[in-house]
């Protein structure tokens, strides 16, 4: 039988997750069908039509009826009584482990049992989870259950912030594999595992689509337009970067800047452009498509983010994908791709005065020599982050582990 595998994220498609949609696209052009299973949806963010095809793929659990949960709830009780109640003792004890509570986990329990007869149903030999959230957590009970062998990749910082409420070690510990998303993201989980499990710690990088990597080169434009593309919320910054393009603006610095994304934080960014009287200078664009960001950054100087937690941010990757060179911090995975004074500038996250200098000095490096600091970037981000080729790397661990699943299951 040939290998199925399910994918299994809290949210998805999601905006801010078309990494996620590149890796499936990778491990089908592996020959691998991949299976799409959401926890919830939030199809009325979506803007990008490829998202919308993926949305039609996708099966949603919060999406079913009453009746589905019940079905499945009396049917994992009935075929495997005991898996099932050693499922929910584990789902007790989570509940009292964690900060989400019992009835949470009881929740979760009851997905598991709808979970487990989709993979049943669609012949799910392994899943596959992104995040080391609830999605873990109900492949963890559906694994109890006896459902498919299951493997997480970790992106952080939320998942290395609660691990002990979100029981990653736990979840870790049970997965057939884990990936992380950097060098730094592995030595996190090394930090948080115990050193048994190590060796099931692997490094596989997000990527992006050929067609950045294909993008003709041209030359970076002689403008003073800047780009950051991300959700607007604290973590990433935003609200930093309009202090320092006040400043800017202040010191008679010619900048633009276009804001990319929507998210929790957008009426106080409007508030704080409108009182340092930015109008004219930052303008706020809302989610955009992945054609749209394309042409964002190729007619932007630079992609400035200044994030003050992440894992590896994937539109760095897109920026210096298409030649352009990125201003970005010391955190996380993030020193891992962007070099200083090769493709890129890197501050101390939450530093507003080094991200001023930082940005003056972007905005002083001539056209030429931004071009081949976006040159160099293209180079780095082809060779580590070419989407296809590390599906190619998680395709194989898929197969290593059906084959070692297979042969356990043979006399």
């Not at 491990?27 to 998202?51: H, K, N, T």
């Not at 080729?389 to 197969?399: G, I, V």
Request: glycine share 8%; proline share 5%; hydrophobic share 40%.
């Amino acid at each position: 039988m040939p290998m199925r595998v399910g994918y299994l994220i809290n949210q998805y498609p999601k905006v801010s997750h078309s990494f996620i949609r590149r890796e499936i696209a990778g491990i089908e052009a592996c020959g691998i069908p991949v299976s799409r299973y959401s926890v919830r949806s939030c199809a009325a963010e979506l803007v990008d039509p490829q998202d919308h095809q993926e949305f039609v793929q996708t099966q949603i659990l919060l999406e079913q009826d009453r009746i589905a949960f019940i079905n499945a709830f009396f049917r994992t009780a009935v075929g495997h009584p005991r898996r099932w109640l050693r499922t929910l003792a584990l789902a007790v004890r989570l509940g009292l482990d964690c900060d989400q509570g019992l009835l949470k986990h009881l929740a979760y329990f009851v997905e598991s049992c709808l979970l487990l007869c989709w993979c049943q149903q669609d012949e799910i030999q392994h899943l596959h989870v992104h995040f080391g959230t609830n999605s873990a957590t109900l492949a963890l009970l559906c694994y109890s259950q006896g459902g498919p062998s299951y493997s997480l990749t970790i992106h952080g910082p939320e998942e290395f912030d609660r691990a002990a409420n979100l029981a990653l070690d736990r979840k870790v510990a049970s997965a057939a594999f884990v990936i992380a998303v950097s060098s730094f993201g592995r030595s996190q989980l090394y930090r948080l595992c115990p050193y048994k499990d190590w060796g099931k710690i692997q490094v596989v990088h997000c990527g992006v689509d050929r067609q950045f990597l294909q993008e003709p080169q041209g030359s970076v434009p002689d403008s003073t337009r800047l780009v950051c593309v991300g959700r607007l919320c604290e973590q990433k910054g935003q609200a930093l970067l309009i202090e320092a393009m006040g400043r800017l603006k202040r010191a008679d610095i010619p900048a633009e800047l276009v804001l990319v994304g929507d998210g929790p934080m957008r009426r106080e960014l409007e508030e704080m452009i409108e009182r340092q009287e930015l109008c004219d200078r930052i303008t706020i664009s809302g989610w955009a498509s992945s054609d749209a960001v394309r042409e964002l950054i190729l007619s932007s100087r630079a992609l400035v983010l200044p994030s003050f937690a992440e894992g590896l941010p994937v539109v760095l990757m897109e920026a210096l994908g298409l030649g352009r060179p990125v201003l970005s911090t010391y955190i996380a995975g993030i020193p891992e791709l962007v070099e200083p004074g090769v493709n890129g500038w890197l501050v101390p996250a939450g530093s507003i005065e080094a991200l001023t200098e930082g940005l003056r000095a972007l905005l002083q490096t001539s056209p030429e020599q931004l071009q081949r600091m976006g040159l160099a970037g293209y180079a780095a981000t082809s060779q580590k982050h070419d989407a296809y080729d590390e599906a190619k790397s998680l395709a194989r661990l898929f197969a290593q582990t059906c084959a070692q699943t297979c042969a356990l299951s043979c006399p």
